[in-house]
T-cell receptor
Framework: KQEVTQIPAALSVPEGENLVLNCSFT??????LQWFRQDPGKGLTSLLL?????REQTSGRLNASLDKSSGRSTLYIAASQPGDSATYLC??????????FGPGTRLSVLP | GAVVSQHPSRVICKSGTSVKIECRSL??????MFWYRQFPKQSLMLMAT?????????EQGVEKDKFLINHASLTLSTLTVTSAHPEDSSFYIC????????????FGPGTRLTVL
C-alpha cells in the first residue's frame, strides 16, 4: 500500500529565503507526482505535475524534482514571499487510480 | 484549464438530516470521479471512487450506506451524507479525471460541511 510522508510538518522562514520541502513515497511504481497548495479552508491549487518519466518541472519560482528509484520528491521555492504561506501537499498518482496524499507541510513566510 | 465545480461550497445542517453535495466537470467528460475528505489539520483521504454508470468503490472504513455516491452522467457525481452526525463535519473535495487526458486529475473547490 502506497504511503506518502512529508518533511517538515511545519516551516517558518523570513521573507526572501529559499526553501525546500520534502516528500517521500514507499512504492516507486507511480504514474506521476503532483504538488498542491492549499490555503486555509480552501480547495487545492495544483502547482506542478511531474510525470514518472520526468525528473523535474519548473514554474516561476517553483521547482519540483522527482527521484522515483529512491521514492523522493522535493519542492524548491526560491525567494519566498508572505503570499507563499499555505499548506503544501504532495500526492502520488497510483497508475491512473486515485491520488495518495501526504500530510502536508505548513509554510509560514514572515514579512 | 478544465474546471470542476462543487455545490454547495458550505452547508450547515442538523444531526440526522441528509446532505447532498454535487461535483460537476464543466468542460470535459469524466468517467471517473473521486471523493476525498479532509478533517481539520489533516491531509486528504480518499473516500470512494465513482465510475459513471456503475457502483462506487469505497475505501476501507467508509460506510457505503452512509455516504451514498451516484455518478449518473459523465459530468456529474453526487455524494449524499445520510443521517449526518457532528463527526461527519469535514471538508469534502471531489476530483475528476478527464477521459481524454487520463493522467490528469482536476480538483473541485471543496464543500465544508458542519453538522450541528
Amino acid at each position: 500500500k502506497q504511503e506518502v510522508t512529508q518533511i517538515p510538518a511545519a516551516l517558518s522562514v523570513p521573507e526572501g529565503e529559499n526553501l525546500v520541502l520534502n516528500c517521500s513515497f514507499t512504492d516507486s511504481a507511480i504514474y506521476n507526482l503532483q504538488w498542491f497548495r492549499q490555503d486555509p479552508g480552501k480547495g487545492l491549487t495544483s502547482l506542478l505535475l511531474i510525470q514518472s518519466s520526468q525528473r523535474e518541472q519548473t514554474s516561476g519560482r517553483l521547482n519540483a524534482s522527482l527521484d522515483k528509484s529512491s521514492g523522493r520528491s522535493t519542492l524548491y521555492i526560491a525567494a519566498s514571499q508572505p503570499g507563499d504561506s499555505a499548506t503544501y501537499l504532495c500526492a502520488v498518482d497510483n497508475y491512473g487510480q486515485n491520488f495518495v496524499f501526504g500530510p502536508g507541510t505548513r509554510l509560514s513566510v514572515l514579512p | 484549464g478544465a474546471v470542476v465545480s462543487q455545490h454547495p461550497s458550505r452547508v450547515i445542517c442538523k444531526s440526522g438530516t441528509s446532505v447532498k453535495i454535487e461535483c460537476r466537470s464543466l468542460d470535459f467528460q469524466a468517467t471517473t470521479m473521486f471523493w476525498y475528505r479532509q478533517f481539520p489539520k489533516q491531509s486528504l483521504m480518499l473516500m470512494a471512487t465513482s465510475n459513471e454508470g456503475s457502483k462506487a468503490t469505497y475505501e476501507q472504513g467508509v460506510e457505503k450506506d452512509k455516504f451514498l455516491i451516484n455518478h449518473a452522467s459523465l459530468t456529474l457525481s453526487t455524494l449524499t451524507v445520510t443521517s449526518a452526525h457532528p463527526e461527519d463535519s469535514s471538508f469534502y473535495i471531489c476530483s475528476a479525471r478527464d477521459r481524454r487526458v487520463p493522467d490528469t486529475q482536476y480538483f473541485g473547490p471543496g464543500t465544508r460541511l458542519t453538522v450541528l
